[in-house]
């Protein structure tokens, strides 16, 4: 069984540019989450999709902002890219949306943004 | 919002028993307490999750105070890959899991 995974692993952009994260996520799994880590603290809840709508949301801007696809893969995009958003995103699985049901994380994709 | 409350850091040695705690005075009736642990350079790993009664799993046991304001995760055994941070997590019916810092865990040989 293939677990979550996560592309690209390793980003640079600069302020104000957009860009797009991506998740796979593990098979027969139909929801994904995803969750910003700030350096030395927690992850934060950004979303969650499920069956390709999002359901539920942090406490995160518009411009974050995602999408799930039919095969259950998601993408994160982040527009107007400030500083503060320099993070490690992770994105993680599970088998359905009840809200005692584990995730499974991938390792993340670490942005740096300049 | 509920919230958890962890220590910064715990140390064992190898092959002893780990008794990690968790406060979360605030927790409402249908939260479920959740432990994950974060290696290095990875993303979470579920440990083990209940609502109100003691759980056990390959990895761990979870021991849930009966008025539900506390847990602790118990490693039986510790060894030296079990060394990472440690968060208790309260997951409400609107999916947001709100990690902590976390509890980091030295494990010596």
């Known amino acids: 069984e293939t677990g979550v995974t996560q592309s690209p692993t390793h980003l640079i952009k600069t302020r104000g540019q957009q860009v797009t994260l991506r998740c796979s996520s593990q098979?027969?799994?139909?929801?994904v989450s995803w969750y910003q880590q700030a350096l030395g603290q927690g992850p934060q809840f950004i979303f969650q999709?499920?069956?390709?709508?999002?359901?539920g949301r942090g406490n995160f801007p518009p411009r974050f902002s995602g999408l799930q696809f039919p095969n259950y893969s998601s993408e994160l995009n982040v527009n107007a890219l400030e500083l503060d958003d320099s993070a490690l995103y992770l994105c993680?699985?599970?088998?359905?949306?009840?809200?005692?049901?584990?995730?499974?994380f991938g390792n993340g994709t670490r942005l740096t943004v300049t | 919002d509920a919230k958890t409350t962890q220590p910064n850091s715990m140390e064992s040695n190898e092959e002893e028993p780990v008794h990690l705690p968790c406060n979360h005075s605030?927790?409402?009736?249908?939260?479920?307490i959740h432990w994950y642990r974060q290696l290095p350079s990875q993303g979470p790993e579920y440990v083990i999750h209940?609502?109100?009664s003691n759980v056990n799993n390959r990895m761990a046991s979870l021991a849930i105070a009966e008025d539900r304001k506390s847990s602790t995760l118990i490693l039986h055994r510790a060894t030296l890959r079990d060394a990472a941070v440690y968060y208790c997590?309260?997951?409400?019916?609107?999916?947001?899991?709100?990690f902590g810092a976390g509890t980091r865990l030295t494990v010596k040989p």
């Open positions: 993680a699985s599970s088998p359905n949306a009840v809200y005692n049901s584990p995730l499974h």
């Open positions: 997590i309260l997951r409400d019916r609107n999916n947001d899991m709100r």
């Open positions: 209940g609502l109100t």
């Open positions: 999709y499920y069956r390709e709508e999002e359901n």
């Open positions: 605030t927790i409402s009736g249908t939260d479920y």
């Open positions: 098979s027969g799994h139909n929801t």
